[in-house]
């Protein structure tokens, strides 16, 4: 049997409703987040879990809080899996960071590995603190289910990585939309992707609602 890690984006919030920035803001799930968590917990309770990772926010936990109440298990909060900083950027809408930043953001977009949102976190940060946490479930489970419950750009950073995808193509090569699914299988020929961004979990009403 291989080890299974299933990288869970967290649910709706606001910021990912309206395409803010949003990273070391700590918002709640609106109550359709809350709703994606519960069809998650619903559809994903019946597998055999080993272990469940999540980053240390309140949108991440309380999406795995539901799965965890189901199926009896504690949550391990890691804060490698923490969303990137964005820096100044926290909070402002896309229009208002490309007049108020603009040599950055320009920066930014064409090589985010080495270019950070103003004072905030390139990707290569992001992956070297999440592939630590990554190492440390292929250490500890040989084999089994693994969830690990984080963010958009964290979560697509490290499926780069894992996959041999250049670091500053992840918002061009991966999608991760809220509350989707993605399975990476881990064997003796390195790890293969075998499901991405899937919502088949989510009912037709919340997988159509506009966000990002």
């Given at each position: 049997?291989?080890?299974?890690?299933?990288?869970?984006?967290h649910g709706e919030t606001v910021y990912s409703k309206s395409?803010?920035?949003?990273?070391?803001?700590?918002?709640?799930?609106?109550?359709?987040?809350?709703?994606?968590?519960?069809?998650?917990?619903?559809?994903?309770?019946?597998?055999?879990?080993?272990?469940?990772?999540?980053?240390?926010?309140?949108?991440?936990?309380?999406?795995?809080?539901?799965?965890?109440?189901?199926?009896?298990?504690?949550?391990?909060?890691?804060?490698?899996?923490?969303?990137?900083?964005?820096?100044?950027?926290?909070?402002?809408?896309?229009?208002?960071?490309?007049?108020?930043?603009?040599?950055?953001?320009?920066?930014?977009?064409?090589?985010?590995?080495?270019?950070?949102?103003?004072?905030?976190?390139?990707?290569?940060?992001?992956?070297?603190?999440?592939?630590?946490?990554?190492?440390?479930?292929?250490?500890?489970?040989?084999?089994?289910?693994?969830?690990?419950?984080?963010?958009?750009?964290?979560?697509?950073?490290?499926?780069?990585?894992?996959?041999?995808?250049?670091?500053?193509?992840?918002?061009?090569?991966?999608?991760?939309?809220?509350?989707?699914?993605?399975?990476?299988?881990?064997?003796?020929?390195?790890?293969?992707?075998?499901?991405?961004?899937?919502?088949?979990?989510?009912?037709?009403?919340?997988?159509?609602?506009?966000?990002?």
């Amino acid at each position: 049997m291989s080890l299974k890690i299933y990288f869970l984006r967290h649910g709706e919030t606001v910021y990912s409703k309206s395409g803010g920035f949003c990273g070391d803001l700590d918002p709640e799930l609106t109550a359709e987040g809350a709703q994606m968590a519960q069809q998650f917990a619903t559809t994903y309770a019946k597998l055999p879990w080993d272990a469940v990772y999540v980053s240390p926010m309140k949108r991440t936990i309380a999406t795995a809080t539901p799965l965890c109440d189901k199926i009896g298990i504690e949550m391990q909060l890691r804060d490698g899996l923490k969303e990137i900083k964005y820096g100044e950027w926290e909070g402002k809408t896309l229009e208002a960071v490309k007049q108020e930043y603009a040599e950055d953001y320009i920066n930014w977009l064409t090589e985010p590995a080495w270019n950070a949102p103003t004072k905030g976190e390139t990707s290569v940060q992001i992956a070297s603190r999440a592939s630590l946490i990554i190492a440390e479930i292929q250490e500890k489970y040989k084999s089994g289910n693994v969830l690990v419950v984080s963010h958009k750009a964290t979560i697509r950073i490290i499926l780069c990585g894992l996959l041999g995808i250049d670091l500053g193509s992840y918002r061009n090569r991966i999608a991760a939309l809220a509350a989707s699914i993605s399975i990476v299988k881990f064997d003796v020929r390195g790890p293969m992707l075998e499901v991405l961004g899937d919502r088949s979990h989510l009912d037709e009403n919340l997988r159509n609602l506009p966000g990002t």
